[in-house]
């Protein structure tokens, strides 16, 4: 990725964007050597607005999924009567029955 200051892109904006738009290139913007801002060609911002899209659209999916799950142990748990274990604590025991039965197959 190319960088040019603020101060050639006043002198040069024109070429500059041309090379942005037609050349595919993506320049990164500075000011006294640091970065400020990037030039972009139209394909590239579209494709970032996709996958935004796709990002906040797969939050809200794995939102409603968490929502589901928690809805599904609480009605587990209003049928058994109480709270249910914790799911990792579960997980451990189980591991190490798995554990147990392996190291006896020794």
Same mark, same amino acid.
């Given at each position: 990725?190319?960088? *040019?200051?603020?101060? !050639?892109?006043?002198?040069?904006?024109?070429?500059?964007?041309?090379? *942005?738009?037609?050349?595919?290139?993506?320049? *990164?913007?500075? %000011?006294?050597?640091?970065?400020?801002?990037?030039? *972009? %060609?139209?394909?590239?911002?579209?494709?970032? @607005?996709?996958?935004?899209?796709?990002?906040?659209?797969?939050?809200? $999916? $794995?939102?409603? /999924?968490? !929502? @589901?799950?928690?809805? =599904?142990?609480?009605?587990? /748990?209003?049928? =058994?009567?109480? =709270?249910?274990?914790?799911?990792?604590?579960?997980?451990? !025991?189980?591991? !190490?029955? $798995?554990?147990?039965?392996?190291?006896?197959? $020794?």
């Amino acid at each position: 990725m190319n960088t *040019v200051s603020i101060s !050639e892109i006043k002198r040069d904006v024109s070429a500059i964007i041309n090379r *942005v738009a037609f050349g595919g290139e993506r320049i *990164v913007l500075t %000011s006294r050597g640091r970065p400020k801002a990037a030039l *972009v %060609s139209m394909d590239d911002l579209e494709r970032l @607005q996709e996958l935004d899209e796709d990002v906040v659209a797969h939050r809200a $999916r $794995r939102k409603a /999924a968490l !929502e @589901q799950a928690r809805a =599904v142990r609480e009605k587990i /748990a209003a049928r =058994v009567g109480g =709270v249910l274990p914790d799911s990792v604590d579960e997980l451990r !025991e189980l591991r !190490e029955e $798995r554990t147990d039965e392996l190291a006896g197959l $020794r």
